[in-house]
DNA sequence: GCCGATTTGTCCGTATGTATC
DNA sequence: CGATACATACGGACAAATCGG
């Protein structure tokens, strides 16, 4: 797929950190050897770097060079970066995952829901909810609207099986663009009566929007997740800009 | 400060867009106008946009233009990206932050301390644990290790204001990279202990290591918040690797 | 302390490919 | 099909930081 020549100098990069080839607090070779070795401009060298810095894989400092600080021990837990999903964090610890669809309907958006979701007023919206399982415990719940003009198809049947499917298989979109709250938040009549706290009082809220490769927002999200069933891993650069 | 040329444009168009000029869904002037307007060349334009990319603020689509995806009405609670200090949200809310350090040492890493932070195994650290509070409730607990060889003339007296400060004001040290993982956890004996919980019994956990300019892990935390206390906002772009 | 070699950071101009309309 | 817009790539130039002699 990633037939760009920055892409490939960055898989290949990455992979030879991950092999233990550069190992962590080692230096790489300098951009001019780098150059050489995949005969290429230095530019395609120095944008696989960007890549690999914004992964926090490696950190360069002007004069020295570029040093690896992926320790393999560290970001053992999670292999790569970002949300761990429902279901990934599920079958991480044997459990099987599992969605129930407890909400399916077409709604339009009024003004509350405009201000919550972010939605245009009087979208048609598709609005739907799920309680999620790991076994039979119920560990999270997720509420959903999709617009329903650029998200079409959407049955029960999808959504029990899995949304994110069906827009990258089915419809063929691509999700560009997501933006999330994390809070930590009281648990509320809803949680009290769908999910099986264990005796909790608190549990992870995540809010979001997710916009397709067109620029539109097409989604909105609130998931809310048992403590132990919440996981995100973050690398941030300092703010070069 | 920033006197780089792709960086004069980041700032000028952030601000145009925050502004309004340049409102939720209107497309940008095209690569070429920028140009033309910036007298300079397509690249530090083209790098200008990147960032803004990067923040969430404007998403581009081949042959058609860079549409503005930046809606002031759902940013308005997070100025910005990142996570929200525990000052900034205490202050947004009307309570006075305070720090108090419990626990001031300096200790070697043996094993356990090296496996857990991430530091060598032998490595001299300060070892610091302190106490928010909001007004007179404690909400949250900062237990961090330093490596003391590079980041010398810590104390009680300069922790309880702000490590931060010193780092990059007295120091002159600055943090490039940091990593961090977010879970929410069951309250422990130690968080009953110096914690105002007000009943819940689960919090946000935070726990991360920094990088100063050089590439050397400078810092381990671990911090914990009570519910209503802890908020991170995050804009992911889609792995363009 | 200075100087020169090395290395990364920034910027420019140009050419070509690809998606949109 | 042609015009427009963004994506990728190349090569060259100079600045700034680092390091060793």
Redesign the pocket.
């Known amino acids: 797929m990633p037939?760009?020549?920055?892409?490939?100098i960055y898989q290949d990069l990455k992979c030879r950190i991950e092999r233990g080839d550069y190992p962590y607090q080692e230096?790489?070779?300098?951009?001019?050897?780098l150059t050489a070795y995949y005969?290429?401009?230095?530019?395609?060298v120095?944008?696989a770097?960007a890549a690999l810095a914004d992964d926090g894989y490696i950190q360069?400092?002007?004069?020295?060079?570029?040093r690896v600080i992926r320790n393999p021990l560290l970001e053992a837990p999670r292999g790569y970066d970002g949300l761990e999903t429902f279901a990934e964090i599920a079958r991480r610890r044997g459990f099987t995952p599992r969605n129930e669809v407890i909400c399916f309907e077409q709604t339009m958006a009024d003004e509350d829901l405009a201000h919550l979701t972010g939605f245009p007023e009087g979208s048609m919206l598709t609005h739907i909810m799920r309680v999620r399982f790991a076994d039979e415990r119920a560990v999270g719940t997720d509420e959903s609207y999709y617009l329903t003009a650029r998200v079409p198809g959407l049955t029960p049947e999808v959504v029990e099986r899995s949304v994110y499917e069906h827009l990258e298989g089915t419809l063929g979109m691509k999700i560009v663009t997501s933006k999330r709250t994390i809070t930590v938040e009281a648990v509320n009549d809803t949680d009290l009566e769908h999910l099986d706290l264990d005796g909790f009082n608190a549990l992870a809220v995540m809010r979001g929007n997710a916009f397709d490769?067109e620029g539109i927002m097409v989604e909105y999200t609130e998931t809310r997740q048992v403590p132990g069933f919440f996981s995100l891993y973050e690398t941030t650069l300092r703010p070069?800009h």
């Open positions: 037939k760009a020549v920055f892409q490939e230096f790489l070779p300098s951009e001019s050897e005969s290429c401009s230095r530019s395609s120095r944008r770097l360069s400092q002007q004069g020295k060079g570029v490769n070069a």
